[in-house]
T-cell receptor, first 115, second 115 residues
């Protein structure tokens, strides 16, 4: 069974801090790892990672994948209150029973940024 | 504007009263799926559809039905809702990037309460 584990489950930081969110996975037939940000609505797509060691960046957010150690991190520098959200990690893998690629989500990390 | 729409956004119903949550996308995506999100359990896939008239079970299909008669619509049907189906439901629409990976767009969510 495919598994995606995020840590920590919850995190409270002050504005300006840097945070690192973790996502580890155990899947067969891995294809990609995706990060989403979920505020009080639907998740919005942040990054898709397919190759080890290549950092993806978008403003103050960056992410990297380690396919050997089976994890990814999402970094947020100079955090702002608007970064408060649940961050979801999902892994895309081929499920032979279904005959297709599927996404398995972690439970998310709830980030609270206080002024 | 590219979007995934769901209706209704909020619904309170009683045990056993059949209901349908509609989902529609205007991006001509072939792949659509339904998730439920519960505290502590993350996002779990209920059903997915790879194309018109092609549907398959996800991780938690019990108590749900779907249909895909047209590409743009993917309704979720609860024939006899029960209180354990009280949840936040998301419809998602996906496409394959030129690199062969999934990018997924979520609807706004439907909060369902079954009394």
């Amino acid at each position: 069974e495919d598994k995606v584990v995020q840590s920590p489950l919850s995190l409270v930081v002050h504005e300006g801090d840097t945070v690192t969110l973790n996502c580890s996975y155990e899947v067969t037939n891995f294809r990609s790892l995706l990060w989403y940000k979920q505020e009080k609505k639907a998740p919005t797509f942040l990054f898709m990672l397919t190759s080890s060691g290549i950092e993806k960046k978008s403003g103050r957010l960056s992410s990297i994948l380690d396919k050997k150690e089976l994890f990814s991190i999402l970094n947020i520098t100079a955090t702002q209150t608007g970064d408060s959200a649940v961050y979801l990690c999902a892994v895309e893998a081929f499920r032979s029973g279904a005959g297709s690629y599927q996404l398995t989500f972690g439970k998310g990390t709830k980030l609270s940024v206080i002024p | 504007e590219a979007q995934v729409t769901q209706n209704p956004r909020y619904l309170i119903t009683v045990t056993g009263k059949k209901l349908t949550v509609t989902c529609s996308q205007n991006m001509n995506h072939e792949y659509m799926s339904w998730y439920r999100q519960d505290p502590g359990l993350g996002l779990r896939q209920i059903y997915y559809s790879m194309n018109v008239e092609v549907t398959d079970k996800g991780d938690v299909p019990e108590g749900y039905k779907v249909s895909r008669k047209e590409k743009r619509n993917f309704p979720l049907i609860l024939e006899s809702p029960s209180p354990n189906q009280t949840s936040l439901y998301f419809c998602a629409s996906s496409f394959l990037t030129s690199g062969g990976q999934i990018e997924q767009f979520f609807g706004p969510g439907t909060r369902l309460t079954v009394l």
